[in-house]
């Protein structure tokens, strides 16, 4: 299972793919099952230069009451700052940051391996 990822170039912000738009919460992001699919959104993403940064796909697996990011990276960007537990996406609370909190893996994702071979 695959999600869409990327850094929304006018501010930064870690964003998710659904349906054709960018989304902040990881918890809307689209889940693709299949890989034909998943590499189509990234490949109509990669051509929207002047909104992103970057995107790639993320490897995602279900855990209990949903599904996460496999890396520790990937949660980490989902959640946001880890500095503090009041800043970013974190501060929200909720089911869906409970999720992301109590996710393991460490493993990095294939799309950000992939991305890094391109350099």
């Known amino acids: 299972m695959k999600a869409l990822t990327a850094n929304r170039l006018d501010d930064g912000e870690v964003v ?15 889940i693709f099952h299949d890989e034909a699919a998943a590499e189509a959104a990234e490949a109509h993403a990669k051509g929207q230069v002047t909104l992103l940064v970057e995107p790639y796909l993320i ?4 855990v209990d009451g949903g599904v996460a ?5 990937e949660r980490l960007r989902a959640l ?12 929200e609370g909720g089911a869906a ?17 992939n991305l890094i071979k391109r350099k």
Do not use: M
């Open 16 to 30: 998710f793919w659904k349906d054709g738009a960018w989304l902040d919460r990881f918890i809307e992001a689209q």
């Open 59 to 62: 490897d995602v697996e279900p």
């Open 69 to 73: 990011p496999v890396s520790y990276r």
């Open 80 to 91: 946001g700052p880890t500095n503090k537990p009041d800043h970013g996406k974190q501060a």
């Open 97 to 113: 940051v409970e999720i992301l909190l109590h996710a393991r893996g460490a493993a990095r994702s294939t799309g950000r391996v």
